[in-house]
């Protein structure tokens, strides 16, 4: 085999890695897509669920005693820990956390896809110009 069709070889396996390059780039655009509007939709439901609960820890009789707005706030922030830890929020913070996660995942496969699209496609460049150059 002489060099040409070595070099003919070698760019006919560049070509099919750039194709699976780019299925790879289209299937990690939309992934990442999904997992952030996932996570965006996670998120909103975890605020909702967070300010309904809020609302109903305000509007909790005192119970005949006064309580200043700020020893409120103050009930009302430890409450929500232990809302968030294993209460109502529980279920809406893990699923936020999840999909965020999941979102922080997809952005990297995307990132590591585009690079190896940027990779891919350099070396195919640099194979078609060392064709055009013997011809």
């Known amino acids: 085999m002489n060099p040409l069709e070595a ?9 099919d890695a750039l194709r699976d390059a780019v299925t790879n780039l289209e299937l990690a655009i939309e ?3 999904k997992a952030r ?13 967070e300010a309904e609960w809020e609302y109903d820890q305000m509007c909790v009789p005192e119970n005949g005693t006064k309580i200043t ?6 009930m009302v922030a ?3 820990v232990k809302a968030q830890r294993d209460g109502a929020l529980a279920g809406y ?4 956390n999840a999909a965020r996660y999941n979102a922080e995942d997809a952005a990297m496969a995307l ?3 585009e690079k190896r699209y940027g990779a891919t496609r350099s070396a195919c460049d640099l194979t078609a110009a ?6």
Request: charged share 30%; hydrophobic share 55%; glycine share 0%.
């Open 69 to 74: 707005a700020d020893v409120r706030k103050a």
């Open 93 to 96: 913070l893990a699923m936020a």
């Open 37 to 49: 509007r996932t996570a965006k939709e996670a998120m909103t439901a975890y605020d909702n669920a």
């Open 130 to 135: 060392i064709l055009n150059a013997a011809k």
């Open 7 to 15: 070099l003919i070889s070698d760019a006919l396996d560049i070509k």
């Open 111 to 113: 990132l590591q896809a």
């Open 78 to 80: 430890s409450a929500k």
């Open 31 to 33: 992934a990442d897509h």
